[in-house]
């Protein structure tokens, strides 16, 4: 690939994949090619390369004859995640008790007192917003950039059900009081302490729910797919 084609699709993915990761394109929005050409005043072939790039990623998937599509996940696929996500914010955590800078900390701090002002008000949407900017403080401070792009990446991906969580103002209290822990831990420097927090911060409550849809038989899901194909025919 051309080195000036090669830069334009990946000046496009990146900002396709930054407006996917704010959820400023959420999950099951189309991708029309003539907006993004019009968009980035670019041709055709940088566009679909940054697509093809999306799709590898596991942002977006390329159906025949509509284009390119946020992708969604199933539920199954959600717990799936949220089993890899736990080890990553885990990891995350305990390298950021070790490596978080001062300016972070104030950070870290400021982010957990939006999060109390979004609790005792019962706001959830201040709450969600406080919530992602407490972890992406973090995350970024274990200063693994790998790390922190999948973790990035898992999270905008799982928004959707994630966020149906903070519907409820007692889970939003019992979130603030899980992130109190993470946050003491980090500050006082206990890598295995953080991890530990924030594990069952992650975790809490999904274990049991988890384990219920993992051991689902995929029989049931493959016979109610084919009940469907049926009726329609």
Known sequence: MPEEKKSLSETIRTAIEQDILSGKLPSGTQLEEQQLLARFNVSRTPVREALI???SAGLVDLVPRQGAIVKSISLREYVAMSEILVQLEALAARLAARRMSAAQRQQMQDAYEACKRAAETADSDAYRTANDLFHRVIY????????SRQIRT????????????FQKPARILASLEEHGHVMRAILEGSEEAAGDAMIRHIATGGDVYADMIASMPA??????????SSDTE
């Open 53 to 55: 790039q999306l799709e």
């Open 140 to 147: 970024e401070a274990s200063c693994n950039d790998i790390l």
């Open 154 to 165: 898992m999270r905008a991906r799982m928004r959707g059900m994630r966020d149906l969580r």
């Open 219 to 228: 029989e049931a899901d493959t016979r109610k797919r084919t009940r469907g």
